[in-house]
């Protein structure tokens, strides 16, 4: 054992949003998905404050937050999440769009909801003000007359072969609509399932200084426990206790 003490940068002025996405890049010459995972948790854990994310959000896990939107292909989530939170189209601003199509990324990435059931409803906030089409992964029992209504309301919906959405046909799915660097941002089961799988790349948590208690849930949950090492990459510190670690998963 080696306990050593880090020193960590502060997020000041000097690390600006900018400096922020230029920490986070993606591998280059992808050939598969790059599944990158983002959440924020309370130090005991929780993922709410009982209520929904946005209690435990601070300035630096809200910078991260939009600085790894930026330099992604992609936007996962899973239905319960896109419910909970009122998701919204993942925009940007004028600077983040010319920012994204000088580094051969288009000006603003859709959001690929993962719904089995195909629990979205078309005058969701997240259909009606994107202005490119979201997209629904759903499966092949799903009701027709609800993804005809998605359909209408111009979201582009991928059914998968069965009763449920596995990670494998996820995959196949971001492959081919051209989605290599993908950022997950929930729910937990969306997350264990990835694990389960071993479909995870990185994982990025933010430990915001708060201890909530109550019965609020964990970042993943799954049906067993599944063992996946991971190395630390950046740690990044505000000073106002907000922890960034990013974890990250070697392949060999």
């Known amino acids: 054992m080696a306990v050593r003490r880090l020193e960590l940068p502060a997020l000041d002025p000097v690390l600006d949003d900018r400096a922020l996405r230029e920490l986070y890049p993606y591998p280059p010459a992808l050939t598969r998905p790059y599944v990158r ?5 309370s130090i005991d854990g929780a993922i709410t404050d009982g209520d929904t994310v946005a209690a435990l959000t601070t300035p630096a896990d809200k910078a991260l ?3 790894l939107r930026a330099v992604a292909d992609a936007v996962l989530v899973g239905a319960g999440t896109v419910r909970a939170e009122n998701y919204g189209p993942a925009g940007g ?4 769009r ?14 690929v909801v993962v719904s089995a059931s195909a629990r979205i409803e078309p005058d969701s906030r997240l259909v009606t003000a994107a202005s490119i089409a979201p997209v629904l992964v759903t499966a092949a ?4 007359e609800r993804v005809a209504a998605l359909e209408r309301a111009g979201v582009r919906v991928i059914r998968c072969t069965g009763p449920t959405v596995t990670s494998p046909e996820l995959l196949a799915a971001l492959v081919d609509l051209g989605l290599y660097r993908v950022l997950c941002e929930g729910g937990p089961t969306l997350l264990g399932q990835l694990l389960d799988d071993d479909a995870v790349d990185e994982l990025c948590v933010t430990t915001s200084p708060l201890a909530v208690g109550g019965a609020a849930s964990r970042i993943a949950h799954s049906p067993s426990a599944a063992r996946r090492p991971m190395r630390r990459g950046l740690t ?17």
């Open 37 to 41: 995972v983002n959440f924020v948790s």
């Open 65 to 67: 937050f939009f600085a």
């Open 93 to 96: 601003d004028e600077e983040v």
């Open 98 to 111: 010319r920012w994204r199509v000088e580094h051969g990324l288009a000006p603003i990435p859709p959001v």
């Open 141 to 144: 029992a799903a009701d027709p």
């Open 236 to 252: 990044l510190a505000d000073d106002d206790g907000t922890l960034l670690v990013q974890w990250i998963r070697d392949r060999g």
